[in-house]
Structures are given as structure tokens and as C-alpha cells.
């Protein structure tokens, strides 16, 4: 059997035109996909957690999943000031409970976000967000910049369905109608495809987007270089930008996670809106994981603040370095953590890292990770997308529907492991 127009769960390109073909209940063979989104339903049974986990002594003992979510729910019951984090490869359904969840036991909760473009939410909050959806570009945008980021291999389909190779309504020779511009501080394998790289020195995009702002309204830079790109040069991109009939400025961590971080984005934002009184022009996220944006929308909706949100005053307070992830876990500022879809012993800082071995930890995680190895509990759940259906967000914040393809019955899936914690700790603190 064929299962047309699956979404993939995998990046924030959410591609929804996936042919999956099934037999019995076993998934042969992806069509469409990319290497990233293959590996994600061909490899499905690989590193499964196959049963409910609590460490004993240092050791990992089989456990039923009552038995682990009751000791989930004494360790969250019991905490004074509890983490909830990770959220980003999981659904929009799932998200809701967590934050019913994490108001209840006046917890942090928090996604991948602060460590992605949380400074891009950041800026958007300040000067706002001229952007547009993905089908927009594939039908208008006669240029697109890529600056500090690497679809080819982040975000692998981006440039053949959205931006580059795409025939569009407007653009109907595809690549021939546009002009790809790629800026970054080494030579990427996007790079390689673009029709002109700006290479840049490391930390300098601020000053980069200043000068280029200055020379948009006339102004003068005095300066024969602005990092690493020459004064001829930051012309000739203005010049670029200013004539095309539709522009696209993407960007990704190398503008998030380096130099002024949310400044690079506030000034890369102000550009494109200076550019609106030339032409057209918009900027968009490469958002990363397949549905950290729909956490970012869900959490919005509900307390009114898109990540970092603490309630422990009983009601939401958002101040990013002081309420994320990585500012808790330094300061030893949380005393339990539950964390779902996420590896943050892989990413974070080690300094995070040791802190979150030392305090009781949830995990709740299809697969195996460097995170269920420091966790007490691990509650392995179904793969949101292949062995479960659910809502996200694409990077454009356009939802989508994800498909069920196979069945995962010796599976709890994430929606059913939160609720069934949540109701459990509602019970408790009820009782108290
Ligand atoms: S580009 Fe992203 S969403 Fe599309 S198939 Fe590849 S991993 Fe999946």
C-alpha cells in the first residue's frame, strides 16, 4: 500500500508531498524524501527504547508505564521550581497539555527555541516580521539571499521546492528566473551553488546590515571594508536588492548564534523593511527542527509569550537569560527536569549538561539518546508523524497535518504519556 502526500518529520521544510509504501506494518520505502527524511521512516526501528525505564542504583531496571509515570509524577510533585523542555520534534496537541501542565506545577517551560533563533523571536518582537510563506517565494522571489545558513545541508529540499529550482507562477523557468546570492563565512555546498558568495569575516553581520542600511538611505560608510566585504561590494548587493522585482533574505544560526546575536537579526530585519520602499522584499527563519515553530504558536496563544516562559509566580513571566534552559541549568535554578523530543545532553553547553545529570530527569523519547543515558525515568513513546498523526507548524508558520503510517500498539504516544501526567499530578496537588 502507498501512503500519498505524507509530511515529514524531520525540518522545518515540513515537506508534504511524500510517498510512503507499507507492507503489513513495515515501511519499504520513501519516495520524495530527502536523505534526512528517508532515515526518519526507514530507520524508525533503530535505537528504539523498547520499554519503560527507572534508574536503581545506577542501573536501568524494565518498568510498566504506570510504574514510570507515577515516578514522573513524584519527581515533578516534588520539585520546587521543575524544567519542562524540548517540544520541537513533537505536536502542536502534545504542546498544549505540557503547558496546562507546567502551569499547574508552577514550572519553566521551554523549547529548543533559546537555542536556536530565540533571538530572532526576539527581534521580531521588537521591529517586527515582514516575511511571507514558502509558496510565495517558489512563485515570485526573483532573488534569494541565503546568509548564515546551509540548506544543502540543514534543510535539503528547501532550494528544489521552495526557492531555487521551482517553477513558479511568476518564476516559470525556475532557477533561470532567479538569482541566488549566498552569504556565510566559509565556502558552504550552497555556496557552491550560488551565482555570487560573499565571504564574511566571523561576528560582523551587525556592522555588515549597518553599512548596508546606511548606503540603502544614501549615506556614506567612509570605510573601504566592512567585514571582510569591500565597499564596491556592499554597493553592488544594495544595488541588487534595491532591483529585484521580489527578494528573500533567509538566515540561520550563523546570524542567531554568533556577534550581536538578536541585534544581527534586528538590523538584517530593518534592511528589509528600509528595502520595501524600493520593491518587494521579505526574510524568513530557516527554522530548524519540523515543528519548534508550532510550540512558539501554541505557547504564544496560551500565555500570550512565545518560549522561556516561568510560572512560578502563578502566572507567565518571559525574560530570556534569566527563564531559558541554559540560564536555569547555570544557575542552578531548577530543581527537576521533564525533557520530551529533545537531546539537550548532545547540545547543550557541558556546564548545562553536568547540572541536568545531577537533578532527577525525565526523558520521554522514542529512540536513544545522550539524554536517556543521564535521565532516572525514560518513557519511550510512539514517532509523532510515522506511528502517530498530529499538528505543526512549517517555518513559514503555515500548519500542517502529520500522518499515521504504521502502527506502534506496544507504544504510549507523547499526547497520551502528558496527559496522562498531567491528570495524575493534578490528582496529587488536588489532594494536598
Ligand atoms: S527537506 Fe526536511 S522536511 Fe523535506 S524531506 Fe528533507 S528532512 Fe524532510
Redesign the pocket.
Known amino acids: 500500500m502507498k501512503v500519498e502526500d505524507v509530511?515529514?518529520?524531520?525540518?522545518?521544510?515540513?515537506?508534504d508531498d511524500?510517498i510512503v509504501e507499507v507492507e503489513g506494518n513495515e515501511i519499504k520505502s520513501v519516495e520524495?524524501?530527502?536523505?534526512?527524511?528517508?532515515h526518519?521512516f526507514l530507520a524508525i526501528k533503530k535505537n528504539r527504547i523498547k520499554k519503560p525505564l527507572i534508574k536503581e542504583n545506577g542501573k536501568f531496571k524494565e518498568v510498566s508505564y504506570e510504574k514510570a509515570i507515577d515516578k514522573a509524577v513524584e519527581i515533578l510533585t516534588n520539585a520546587k521550581k521543575p524544567l519542562l523542555y524540548g517540544f520541537s520534534s513533537t505536536s502542536c496537541e502534545v504542546h498544549e497539555v505540557a503547558i496546562e501542565l507546567a502551569e499547574v506545577l508552577g514550572a519553566v517551560i521551554d523549547n529548543t527555541a533559546s537555542v536556536c533563533h530565540g533571538p530572532s523571536i526576539l527581534a521580531i518582537q521588537e521591529v517586527g516580521y515582514p516575511s511571507v510563506t514558502l509558496g510565495e517565494v517558489k512563485n515570485r522571489a526573483d532573488l534569494v539571499i541565503y546568509w548564515g545558513c546551509n540548506p544543502m545541508h540543514a534543510?535539503?529540499?528547501?532550494m528544489s521546492?521552495y526557492s531555487i529550482f521551482p517553477r513558479g507562477m511568476f518564476r516559470d523557468k525556475g532557477k533561470i528566473d532567479r538569482e541566488l546570492i549566498v552569504v556565510d563565512v566559509r565556502k558552504t555546498e550552497t555556496a557552491e551553488l550560488a551565482d555570487w558568495f560573499i565571504k564574511v569575516k566571523p561576528g560582523y553581520d551587525y556592522e555588515i546590515f549597518n553599512a548596508l542600511r546606511t548606503i540603502l538611505n544614501k549615506g556614506d560608510i567612509n570605510r573601504s571594508e566592512v567585514g571582510g566585504i569591500p565597499k564596491e561590494d556592499l554597493k553592488k548587493l544594495v544595488e541588487k536588492m534595491k532591483g529585484c522585482k521580489f527578494g528573500i533574505l533567509f538566515f540561520g544560526v550563523g546570524l542567531t548564534m554568533s556577534g550581536a546575536k538578536h541585534r544581527n537579526i534586528f538590523e538584517g530585519i530593518k534592511l528589509v523593511r528600509d528595502l520595501n520602499n524600493y520593491t518587494k522584499f521579505s526574510i524568513m527563519a530557516m527554522r530548524g527542527h519540523?515543528n519548534v515553530t508550532g510550540f512558539n504558536e501554541v505557547l504564544t496563544w496560551e500565555t500570550g509569550y512565545p518560549f522561556a516562559v516561568d510560572f512560578t509566580r502563578g502566572y507567565p513571566w518571559f525574560n530570556p537569560g534569566e527563564t531559558d534552559a541554559n540560564s536555569l541549568l547555570q544557575a542552578k535554578d531548577v530543581d527537576a527536569a521533564l525533557i520530551i523530543a529533545s537531546d539537550p545532553a548532545a547540545h547543550f553547553p557541558m556546564e548545562s549538561v553536568k547540572y541536568l545529570a545531577k537533578i532527577p530527569l525525565i526523558v520521554i523519547d522514542p529512540f536513544e539518546s545522550l539524554t536517556t543515558k543521564i535521565a532516572d525515568v525514560v518513557i519511550p513513546s510512539k514517532v509523532v508523524g510515522v506511528e502517530e498523526e498530529g499538528s505543526a507548524y512549517r517555518m513559514d508558520g503555515v500548519p500542517l497535518r502529520l500522518k499515521k503510517v504504521i502502527d506502534a500498539e506496544e507504544y504510549l504516544s507523547d499526547l497520551e504519556i502528558m496527559e496522562r501526567i498531567l491528570e495524575r499530578v493534578k490528582e496529587k496537588i488536588l489532594k494536598r
Open positions: 509530511v515529514c518529520p524531520f525540518c522545518g521544510c515540513l515537506c511524500l520524495n524524501a530527502c536523505k534526512l527524511g528517508a526518519r534543510h535539503p529540499r528547501h521546492r519540523y
